[in-house]
T-cell receptor, first 114, second 113 residues
Framework: AQSVAQPEDQVNVAEGNPLTVKCTYS??????LFWYVQYPNRGLQFLLK??????LVKGSYGFEAEFNKSQTSFHLKKPSALVSDSALYFC????????????FGDGTTLTVKP | DAMVIQNPRYQVTQFGKPVTLSCSQT?????MYWYQQKSSQAPKLLFH???????NEADTPDNFQSRRPNTSFCFLDIRSPGLGDAAMYLC????????????FGPGTRLLVL
């Protein structure tokens, strides 16, 4: 069975400071990892994904994430947070052995204060 | 520019009254998914279509059904909505399964009175 953990329900940062939203996963086989962002009353928007290759993945809106196989982690980062980054963030994992089913973490609410 | 469209955005129904939610896509993707999301929790996969093949999740109640009459459209039918079915319903598509990114629609918020 595959699973995703987002250990923090809430992350608070000041505008201009770096931010990290944590994600760890558990799968059998090679993981395909995704980050999505959700604004209130909206669907999920794709930010970035790791499939293979370079462990550092760059995505939309200045976000990046680093795949760490030994720690089974895929933390989302941004060097300088914006107030408009405040939203709900979901990490998700898929494999090629589970008919493409995505397993989502429980989400982390990011609040960036001016 | 909208790629995954869901109608309506808000739906109010009565307890036990059948309701249908609609999803359409302009991406020509093979896979279409329906998720249920409650109170900013993780989206829960109900089922997906891979082309015409329907794939139901083991824990999806029989009350939830789906139809995909063509590549572009997919419907979620709730035969007898209960109060516990009030949620946001998200439709998503992907070109294929596995590594492909999922593209989500804006969601339909269902209220059951």
């Amino acid at each position: 069975a595959q699973s995703v953990a987002q250990p923090e329900d809430q992350v608070n940062v000041a505008e201009g400071n770096p931010l990290t939203v944590k994600c760890t996963y558990s799968v059998s086989g090679n993981p395909y990892l995704f980050w999505y962002v959700q604004y209130p009353n909206r669907g999920l928007q794709f930010l970035l994904k790791y499939i293979t290759g370079d462990n550092l993945v760059k995505g939309s809106y200045g976000f990046e994430a680093e795949f760490n196989k030994s720690q089974t982690s895929f933390h989302l980062k941004k060097p300088s947070a914006l107030v408009s980054d405040s939203a709900l963030y979901f990490c998700a994992v898929r494999t090629n052995t589970n008919a493409g089913k995505s397993t989502f973490g429980d989400g982390t609410t990011l609040t960036v204060k001016p | 520019d909208a790629m995954v469209i869901q109608n309506p955005r808000y739906q109010v129904t009565q307890f036990g009254k059948p309701v249908t939610l609609s999803c359409s896509q302009t991406l020509n993707h093979n896979v279409m998914y329906w998720y249920q999301q409650k109170s900013s929790q993780a989206p829960k996969l109900l089922f997906h279509y891979y082309d015409k093949d329907f794939n139901n999740e083991a824990d999806t109640p029989d009350n939830f059904q789906s139809r995909r009459p063509n590549t572009s459209f997919c419907f979620l039918d709730i035969r007898s909505p209960g109060l516990g079915d009030a949620a946001m319903y998200l439709c998503a598509t992907s070109r294929d399964r596995d590594v492909e990114t999922q593209y989500f629609g804006p969601g339909t918020r269902l209220l059951v009175l």
